[in-house]
């Protein structure tokens, strides 16, 4: 059974960056991020596989990334140039079906409890 674990969110000025952490108990092959803001449906981020292969949002192109740790059986979320826009509570889940992406076609599950992201203007 996988579970995933997020950290890393807090509250920082417009223009700030963030790291967050999603560690995986087991070994999925795709993690995703995700984020939801209040009164707004859930929205897909990025995501990685263990291949390497990456997709990101085009809302926030140019300013996310993905980086995978195997070892540590961790997706990071380097979220830079940060605007109020991306206040959100932030979650990763594990793919379900369809392909590593952040595309209508896939499903994810296995959410974990989330991280808060907090951008000030």
């Known amino acids: 059974q996988v579970q995933l674990v997020e950290s890393g969110g807090g509250s920082v000025q417009t223009g700030g960056s963030l790291r967050l952490s999603c560690v995986a108990s087991?070994?999925?092959?795709?993690i995703g991020w995700f984020r939801q803001a209040p009164g707004k449906e859930r929205e897909g981020v990025a995501t990685?596989?263990?291949?390497?292969?990456?997709s990101v949002a085009d809302s926030v192109k140019g300013r996310f990334s993905i980086s995978l740790d195997n070892a540590k059986s961790t997706l990071y979320l380097q979220m830079n140039s940060l605007k109020p826009e991306d206040t959100a509570m932030y979650y990763c889940?594990?793919?379900?079906?369809?392909?590593?992406?952040?595309?209508?076609?896939?499903?994810?599950?296995?959410w974990g409890q989330g991280t808060q992201v907090t951008v000030s203007s």
């Open positions: 087991g070994y999925p092959y795709c």
């Open positions: 990685g596989d263990r291949s390497g292969i990456t």
């Open positions: 889940g594990v793919l379900v079906s369809g392909p590593c992406s952040v595309g209508p076609r896939s499903r994810f599950g296995s």
